[in-house]
Each structure stands twice: as C-alpha cells, then as structure tokens.
C-alpha cells in the first residue's frame, strides 16, 4: 500500500504562483510513475505531468511552460509548482503514484484562483 498526503493548496490571484506538495509512504520502493492530475467542477479528472521513474517527463499540452513536476531523490515526496495560473487553472489537484498496475490516489488539494 501506498499513502499519499497533498499539501499547499489555497485562493490564489490570477497570476500568481503556487507549490502543491505530495508526501508518500508505505511501499513506494517499486512505483514506477508518480504525478499530478486535477478535477475542475463538472469536469473529469485529467492528467497534468507524470514522471516516470526511469526519467521521462510528460505535461499534459495545457500543463506545458506553466507547470513543472519533480521529486525528491528517494521518491517520497513531489511537488507541482504552477506558475502564472489562471483562473481555469481551478481545480481539485490529486498526487498519484503507481505501481504494478496499482495507482494510488491522495485525499486532493484545492486549488482556486479568483480576484
């Protein structure tokens, strides 16, 4: 099993930035994709970027220049930093590592952006 805790989310103004953190444990020794999606309202959950543990990167075409993934050097932790976000930017952002055909979901972090 897989535990996943998001933190950083909040109200934030059109144009500014925000750092979601995802802290995980349990048995995370053999994941082999960890990443970022989000539910805005009405809408289905979607990919923003994965990592995959042997290096590649991918950002869905709405994530790419504003968003950056990464994680820390033993995998138990990654981030999201966001950049310039927007108002469409709002949404539920959910971390999700996976394994063996096993994705693990965090509880969400939410996300606004209004003035």
């Known amino acids: 099993q897989v535990q996943l805790v998001e933190s950083g989310g909040g109200l934030v103004q059109p144009g500014g930035s925000l750092r979601l953190s995802c802290a995980a444990s349990?048995?995370?020794?053999?994941?082999?994709?960890v990443g970022w999606y989000r539910q805005a309202p009405g809408k289905q959950r979607e990919l923003v970027a994965t990592i995959a543990k042997v290096g590649t990167t991918r950002y869905s075409d709405s994530a790419k220049g504003r968003f950056t993934i990464s994680n820390d050097s033993t995998w138990s932790a990654i981030y999201l930093r966001i950049h310039n976000l927007k108002p469409e930017d709002t949404a539920v952002y959910y971390c999700n590592y996976a394994k063996g055909g096993t994705n693990y979901w965090g509880q969400g972090t939410q996300v606004t952006v209004s003035s």
């Open positions: 349990g048995e995370i020794s053999r994941i082999t994709h």
